[in-house]
Nanobody, 125 residues
Framework: QVQLVESGGGLVQAGGSLRLSCEAS????????MGWFRQAPGKELEFVAG????????SYSDSVKGRFTISRDNAKNTVYLQMNSLKPEDTAVYYC??????????????????WGQGTQVTVSS
């Protein structure tokens, strides 16, 4: 498994930007599909974005497409989520996740086997 630690959350006004980072430890990071999920109060865990092990393929939920960008640096064992044009509805706890068996970018949280502790993102109106 991959151990994951997120950082970069915080409070931002609508229209602002934040960059989340997820640092991984473990030998399998560079072989893993990585994803970001989020969970707002009273709502289910939601797929946000995913990136292939080599970083050449990405996938986004419709709600963030065009505003968020996922990237990774395998030399630094880190995956990023750049979030621009933030909206109050983006408020949630954001989780980094790893799928070591991922040949494709899957969107179900059940397919991911490593999880970080989460970081809070709050967007004020």
């Amino acid at each position: 498994q991959v151990q994951l630690v997120e950082s970069g959350g915080g409070l931002v006004q609508a229209g602002g930007s934040l960059r989340l980072s997820c640092e991984a430890s473990g030998r399998t990071f560079s072989d893993s599909v990585m994803g970001w999920f989020r969970q707002a109060p009273g709502k289910e865990l939601e797929f946000v974005a995913g990136i292939s092990w080599g970083g050449t393929r990405t996938s986004y939920s419709d709600s963030v497409k065009g505003r968020f960008t996922i990237s990774r640096d395998n030399a630094k064992n880190t995956v990023y989520l750049q979030m621009n044009s933030l909206k109050p509805e983006d408020t949630a706890v954001y989780y980094c996740a790893g799928d070591r068996d991922g040949a494709t970018i899957r969107r179900r949280y059940q397919d991911f086997d490593s999880w970080g502790q989460g970081t809070q993102v709050t967007v004020s109106s």
